[in-house]
């Protein structure tokens, strides 16, 4: 058995301890397709998350039994090349965002399912919707025919205290469960540094990128900011 394969069996018996609907979105950015074909063929990961657009389109034609999902910060640019290719974009975090997502779905004919992406903390360095503004961004979605708004997401920074990262789960877990319904249901976080405590906290899809992969060195290009 490859160290991939072995990965996940042991990643899903410890959620599945705790959350056995919980889903595994592989955070697969800087990864080969023969990567995420191995991943993929374990059959417990429900869909590969990337952060660029480019990255995207380049593994998109190679890998078409895959589910996709976007996980970084999605500029206004490359909506066009997301729209049509994935299962959710959790990174929904403004109203021009939402607009393109929806011009751009209305264009090819589909409906996007999203989640809104939080800053529960309000880091400055950081997108998101605060907390507070998670009824009034909602409320401003619901005019997207083309956008279903199936969630919320949160990113941690790395290294963070657990303690702190715990308490902000905390939080957007209540939220989530204040706005939850049959469509409103998916609450993503959780990386490989803290996807237990997520679990714990609510999260029903984590996002793990080295546990299942292994350490990479991702340097600035972690968050995926798309240029
Ligand atoms: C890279 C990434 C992850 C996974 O991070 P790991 O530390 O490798 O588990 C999850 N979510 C987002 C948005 C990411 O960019």
Known sequence: MSKITENILKL??????????????AASKTRSVEEIAEAYGTGKISA??????QELCEKYPSLPNVSWDFIGRLQLNKVKYVVGKTRLIHSLDS??????????SAKFGVVTDVLIEIN????????????????SFLE??????????????????????????????????????GLKTEVFRYLSMGMSDNYIAAVEAGANIIRPGRVIFGERNYGETRRGEDS
Do not use: W
């Open 120 to 135: 529960a903390d309000k880091e400055q360095s950081k997108g998101g919707i605060y907390l507070e503004e998670t009824e």
């Open 95 to 104: 109203l021009p965002l939402a607009e393109e997502i929806e011009k751009q």
């Open 48 to 53: 590969f998350g990337e952060n660029r657009a």
């Open 140 to 177: 401003k979605l619901s005019v997207f025919s083309h956008i279903r708004t199936c969630g919320m997401m949160a990113v941690t920074e790395r290294n963070a205290d657990i303690n702190k990262v715990k308490d902000t789960f905390d939080k957007i877990y209540v939220k989530f469960d």
């Open 12 to 25: 899903t018996e410890i959620i599945s301890k705790i959350n056995s609907s919980c889903e595994i979105v």
